[in-house]
């Protein structure tokens, strides 16, 4: 964008960005701090993992029918073992999104998921995962998880610790099915693709 480029110069002839420039540039060192922490020991990678979660709330709207008061938590699910153990409440709380608190439940196979905004799959739940995608057709639930292939299988965020680092893979097709929209600045984070589940 053209405005992007209009930066002035001040009395000394140094140059001096302006205002909205600014803004893109510190939203992007935010984001590259938040987005590309380096995760080396099991229980760190998991305190990186609850911030990813929490900080993809930021970056996702939900359709309107997926709370029903203005007061509804943003819920987080966790769906097999939890790897997390405190790391995820620790992590939200006294923080809220878009003025909503955010809580966290244990859930089964068996449950619905589409009482869950976020739904954190651990690779012992692949499976159970698979059973469950034709049912958040179109539920509003933001599915993340861990295991390779996650996102090809239907997931809408994988999580991949690369060499140390966590790194994301979105499925955009999987997003649409469950009518989620990820923004774009969370896109031009990660890898994207694009698979229906």
């Known amino acids: 964008m053209e405005i992007l480029r209009e930066d002035k110069m001040n009395e000394r002839g140094e140059e001096r960005l302006n205002p909205l420039r600014l803004r893109h540039l510190a939203f992007a060192l935010a984001a590259a701090m938040v987005f590309q922490v380096a995760a080396p020991a099991q229980e760190g990678e998991y305190q990186v993992k609850a911030a990813f979660l929490f900080n993809f709330a930021k970056f996702v709207d939900w359709p ?17 073992e939890n790897p997390f153990g405190n790391a995820i409440e620790e992590t939200i709380s006294g923080k809220s999104v878009g003025g909503r608190t955010l809580s966290v439940r244990q859930i089964s196979d068996s449950q619905h998921p589409w009482n869950c905004q976020i739904l954190f ?13 034709g049912r958040i057709k ?46 774009s600045r969370l896109l031009s984070l990660a890898e994207v693709v694009r698979k229906l589940p």
Do not use: K
Request: with cysteine; glycine share 10%; charged share 20%.
């Open 64 to 80: 309107m029918q997926t709370f029903r008061t203005p007061a509804d938590p943003i819920v987080i699910c966790v769906l097999g």
């Open 138 to 183: 179109g539920a509003g639930v933001l599915s993340v998880g861990e295991a390779e292939g996650f996102a090809a299988d239907g997931g809408v965020i994988n999580l991949r610790v690369e060499r140390g680092n966590v790194r994301l893979e979105i499925n955009v097709a999987a997003a649409e099915y469950t009518n989620i929209r990820i923004s």
């Open 121 to 133: 799959v651990n690779s012992s739940a692949l499976n159970e995962f698979r059973a469950l995608i």
